[in-house]
Structure formats: structure tokens, C-alpha cells
């Protein structure tokens, strides 16, 4: 056994590390998360139903299934709206923590989460007296404000001034939030004594105007006429929008986007409803887990017999989808329903009539047990394949040392330059090019090249870095029983990287069954504990052609 590469970057350990640091505290799924911003969206019930939870798992499961229900476009693998909601969280609580602010639970916090940025803020102005001037209003806006600026509302003048300057500021939107209308929108804060802003306006936080967070929302403005709507009332003298008052009528309930449909999103629907069809194209797919900042990474590549399609067909113009069903209720969890969801390998350019085509998409998955759905349709001949598939996404939140799926690869290489982060890649971990091989059969004299990588390892307090262990055994089954052959495992000592690539050549093996045995043992811990993999595979005579022997994902 040699190691292919002795030394791997530790890249992809160090982009899965940033990933978890860059994971939203407040989103944990724990007792407090209930006390964070997101309780500016939890309604009474949700709040009741989630206190009552006893166990991080029910707590889990909870926080997931309320961002599913608030994802303005499930079939893209972000959840937008959780994602634009704590990027708000964090920009308010940063904007809003001077002068004793009380950031994102400064009511100029709540207001820049729910309603978002304004378009234009006035600069504080002090008030000393009880009347109270009006701030200023910047040049070219309608005179006279809006109702209760200035002043301290009920207050009369009789009081006594109070014995600290007050500030107020405004808050100025060229876009009606609660009917996406053209039309000017302020909102008037007043400081406190013991800090931050108070909002001088009543606004209705449960109108769902407020619960789309997406930019779309200020140019897509609900169906209902402004007259039908209790958010706009008639402008007030001067021609300021006044504020949204509290409403004896609901606001118009404004819903999420409907996706166009796809050539991809027609196909699942057809293969859906096609039950009991034969397969025209034979399909497989490997599917292999690894840890990601948020769920599970679950990589899904799609493999298709060149044979089964017609001659000189160009694989880019196959139409592919996928969908990812809840193996319990049925429902649709995730979906591939458009053309760059999956891209093809590279090398499917090149193929002959005897090779497999490969595509790959990614995405982060809940962890869980689903069923999965493949379809692929040649628009030449206008066959169609279907694949289906039962998933169980392991997880990888524990703390305890543990592995990822370990993929057999038919191409393992570092990258010179790392792609862009936010743009998904076919068949790229990190800073490495990673293809799964499309069967576990190899020729005697083939190479067995495997990926996969180590979580939870504990670091050395002097050098900060893991001190791991690994060991691998190549073991054969001879009638029934396993033998390893060599008498004993290849032991690497000292190893600290959490990505591992290593490359076994299988000369002089004889044809049979095997498995490879991964063990890693983390020498730090104490006492020392240890995480194992295996693999099956299987090697045919240098002459034989090879079957279809897998046990995959």
C-alpha cells in the first residue's frame, strides 16, 4: 500500500471549520433559542410548543421544520429567508449597540429585521423642551412629517422638561413595506434613559407583510387594492405616508414566489406519474455524507450507460431532475428541478459506448430517512429513466469522533485554485477534485483510491492540531470467512489532518470479494478512542469484463 498523497492541504478541514464557525448562535436548537431574535417571528403557539420541549433532538427537529415552512424557494438548497433573516440580526445588532444601544432588541433592531434597511435615516436630534420640535426633514421630502413625530405624544405642557436631552431619528423607506407601493414610509424613534430607541408608532408586528423577508417583497405588492388594504391608509396633510396603525382587519396575506415550471420540474411530474413504467435508460447513483455547517452534506452523482443513449448524443443535453421525498409523509424535502443543479464529469465528453456517464449535484439534507427520486430523458429519442432510491442521512452533530462515507474514487487530485465558495461544483470537496468511481469492481492491477474525512478529533493543547492514528486492512472472504491478507494492518502513526486520500495497488490480488477496513484512533483522548469504516469491493481477473458490484452511499 502506498499513500497517494502523504501530505494533503488541509483546505478542505479548514473550509469545513470556517463553515462552523460561520453557523448563526442564535440558530442553535437549544433552550435559548426561543430567546433570540427569532422570537421576533415565533407566534404564541410556537412559542408554547416549543418550550415544552424536552430533548435537543425535539428541538432539532423543530427549528428545521420552521424554516422549511418560512423557505421562500425550497428548491434552491439555501433557505433565503432564514439566511437574509439572521444577516439582518447581525447587521442590527452591530449598527444599533452605541451609546448603551440594545442592537438587534433595540426597537431600530426589531424594525431593520422585520421591515429591513431603510432608505434614507435622519441624523438624532435633540429635544429639550416638552412641545418637542419635529426632527428635521431632509430637503425635497414632503413637508410636515408624520403623526406623533416630535413632541412627547400625550405629555402635555405643563410637565416638566426632562433633565437629559431626548434624541429622535426617523427612519425614511421610498417603498410602502406593507403594500409594496411607490410611497414614502417613516417611522420616528425617541432615545431612552436606559438606553436605546423607542418606536413612537404602533405597528401590527403579525401583519404578514412582515414575515417575507425577501428584497422582492417592496416590488411585488399584493394582489389586493390599497383600498382593501388596512396598511395604507389615506396620506396625511403634507403628503407623508403616515405609519401603519393597528388594524381592525387583516393585512392581505402575501405569498411566497411560485417557481416556473422546468423541463426538469415536467420530467418529475411525468416519471411521478408514470407509475409501475419500465426504465428506458438504466440508471444508478452514488451517494456519499459528510459533515456540513448546518445538516448533512449529502453529494448525489447520477450514472448513465452511454450505451443506452443514442449515438453521437451530447450528454450536456440530457434533461436530469431529482427529488427527495420525507420516507414517512411523502413530502417533497428538497428538489433538483433546474439545469445547473447537476453537472456533468468532465471526462463525459470523451466517453465511448462502454463507459459511464457521470453527473453530480450537492445539498445540505436534514438528517433522516427519505426516499429519492432520479430521472433523466434523452431529447433525441425521448426516452426516459427513473431511479429510485431509499436515503438514510446519517448525523454528524455529535461531538464524538466519527467518519464520512468513504468514497471509492475514480479520480482523486488536488485543485490548483479552490473554486468560488458560494457557487456549487460538481464533483469538487474543498480544494479537491473528487470522483466517485461508478462500480466497486476493479482488475487485478487496478489502483483502489479512496477519500474521506475524520470530525471530532480532539487537538493536542501544544500544537492545537489532532494526533491520529489510521489503519487500514485489505481483507479477503475466503469461503465465508474473512482473511487479511499481508497478517496486518498498514499502520500511519502521527497523522493530524481531517482529510485523508490514500491509494491501494491491487496487483497481485486474487479475484474475490474484499473489503477495506478503515480505523482511526484519536491518540489525544484519554483515554483514546477510535471511529471505523468499510468498504466492499471486488476484484476480477485481468481479462474479465466488469460487472455491476455495488453496495454504495
Known amino acids: 500500500m502506498r499513500c497517494r498523497f502523504p501530505a494533503l492541504a488541509?483546505?478542505?478541514s479548514m473550509v469545513l471549520v470556517s463553515m462552523?464557525?460561520?453557523a448563526d448562535p442564535w440558530d442553535a436548537s437549544d433552550a435559548k433559542w426561543r430567546l433570540g431574535p427569532v422570537k421576533y417571528l415565533l407566534s404564541k403557539e410556537e412559542d408554547q410548543e416549543y418550550k415544552k420541549l424536552k430533548t435537543d433532538d425535539e428541538r432539532k427537529a423543530f427549528v428545521e421544520q420552521f424554516w422549511a415552512r418560512r423557505d421562500s424557494n425550497p428548491q434552491t438548497p439555501e433557505n433565503e429567508y432564514r439566511d437574509t433573516f439572521f444577516k439582518r440580526a447581525r447587521e442590527a445588532s452591530a449598527r444599533y449597540s452605541e451609546d448603551n444601544g440594545k442592537g438587534w432588541q433595540d426597537d431600530r433592531g426589531k424594525v431593520y429585521i422585520l421591515i429591513g434597511p431603510p432608505d434614507e435615516t435622519t441624523q438624532p436630534t435633540s429635544l429639550m423642551d416638552t412641545g418637542g420640535s419635529a426632527p428635521s426633514v431632509p430637503s425635497g421630502s414632503p413637508s410636515g412629517g408624520s403623526p406623533g413625530s416630535g413632541g412627547y405624544g400625550g405629555m402635555g405642557g405643563s410637565e416638566a422638561p426632562p433633565q437629559t436631552p431626548t434624541k429622535t431619528l426617523k427612519f425614511i423607506y421610498r417603498t410602502n413595506p406593507f403594500t409594496g407601493k411607490a410611497e414614502r414610509f417613516e417611522l420616528n424613534f425617541r432615545s431612552e434613559v436606559t438606553g436605546g430607541y423607542r418606536l413612537d408608532e404602533k405597528i401590527d408586528w403579525?401583519?404578514?407583510a412582515l414575515k417575507v423577508l425577501a428584497p422582492a417583497r417592496k416590488a411585488d405588492p399584493p394582489a389586493a387594492s390599497p383600498a382593501a388594504s388596512p396598511a395604507a391608509p389615506p396620506a396625511a396633510a403634507g403628503?407623508?405616508?403616515?405609519?401603519?396603525?393597528?388594524?381592525?382587519?387583516?393585512?392581505?396575506?402575501?405569498?411566497?414566489?411560485v417557481a416556473e415550471p422546468t423541463p426538469q420540474s415536467e420530467l418529475m411530474q411525468q416519471v411521478r406519474a408514470a407509475t409501475g413504467a419500465a426504465s428506458a435508460i438504466p440508471l444508478d447513483v452514488t451517494v456519499n455524507f459528510y459533515k456540513a455547517a448546518k445538516g448533512t452534506l449529502a453529494t448525489l452523482t447520477l450514472e448513465v450507460k452511454r450505451s443506452a443513449l443514442p449515438a453521437g448524443t451530447d450528454p450536456n443535453s440530457l434533461t436530469i431532475a431529482?427529488?427527495?421525498?420525507?420516507?414517512?409523509?411523502?413530502?417533497?424535502?428538497?428538489?433538483?428541478?433546474?439545469?445547473?443543479?447537476?453537472?456533468?464529469?468532465?471526462?463525459?465528453?470523451s466517453a465511448d459506448s462502454g463507459d459511464v456517464l457521470l453527473f453530480q449535484t450537492e445539498r445540505p439534507v436534514v438528517p433522516g430517512k427519505y426516499k429519492a427520486i432520479f430521472a433523466v430523458k434523452?431529447?433525441?429519442?425521448?426516452?426516459?429513466?427513473?431511479?429510485?432510491?431509499?436515503?438514510?442521512?446519517?448525523?454528524?452533530?455529535?461531538?464524538?469522533?466519527?467518519?464520512?462515507?468513504?468514497t471509492l474514487a475514480r479520480k482523486l487530485d488536488p485543485l490548483a485554485e479552490p473554486p468560488p465558495a458560494e457557487k456549487m461544483t460538481p464533483f469538487v470537496l474543498g480544494s479537491f477534485t473528487v470522483v466517485p468511481k461508478p462500480d466497486t469492481t476493479y482488475k487485478s492491477g487496478d489502483d483502489l483510491t479512496f477519500y474521506y474525512q475524520i470530525y471530532n478529533a480532539t487537538p493536542d493543547p501544544t500544537t492545537n492540531a489532532?494526533?491520529?492514528?489510521?489503519?487500514?486492512?485489505?481483507?479477503?472472504?475466503?469461503?465465508?470467512?474473512?482473511?487479511?491478507l499481508g497478517g496486518r494492518p498498514l499502520l500511519f502513526p502521527?497523522?493530524?489532518?481531517?482529510?485523508?486520500?490514500?491509494?491501494?495497488?491491487?496487483?497481485?490480488?486474487?479475484p474475490g470479494d474484499y473489503k477495506l477496513i478503515i480505523k482511526v484512533t484519536d491518540m489525544v483522548a484519554s483515554p483514546p478512542k477510535s471511529a471505523t469504516a468499510e468498504v466492499m469491493f471486488k476484484v476480477v481477473g485481468a481479462g474479465a469484463s466488469k460487472g455491476k458490484a455495488k453496495s454504495k452511499g
Open 10 to 12: 488541509g483546505v478542505l
Open 20 to 22: 462552523a464557525a460561520a
Open 206 to 208: 403579525n401583519n404578514p
Open 239 to 257: 403628503g407623508s405616508a403616515p405609519p401603519q396603525p393597528a388594524a381592525p382587519s387583516p393585512a392581505p396575506e402575501v405569498a411566497p414566489p
Open 322 to 349: 431529482a427529488e427527495i421525498l420525507n420516507a414517512q409523509t411523502g413530502e417533497s424535502a428538497q428538489r433538483f428541478f433546474k439545469k445547473e443543479h447537476f453537472g456533468g464529469y468532465e471526462g463525459n465528453a
Open 378 to 406: 434523452d431529447p433525441v429519442s425521448g426516452a426516459v429513466g427513473k431511479l429510485e432510491k431509499d436515503l438514510e442521512v446519517p448525523d454528524y452533530e455529535s461531538a464524538e469522533l466519527s467518519l464520512s462515507t468513504v
Open 466 to 484: 489532532p494526533r491520529m492514528e489510521l489503519s487500514y486492512t485489505v481483507a479477503v472472504n475466503i469461503s465465508g470467512t474473512w482473511r487479511v
Open 494 to 510: 502521527g497523522q493530524s489532518l481531517s482529510v485523508q486520500g490514500y491509494t491501494v495497488p491491487l496487483s497481485n490480488r486474487p
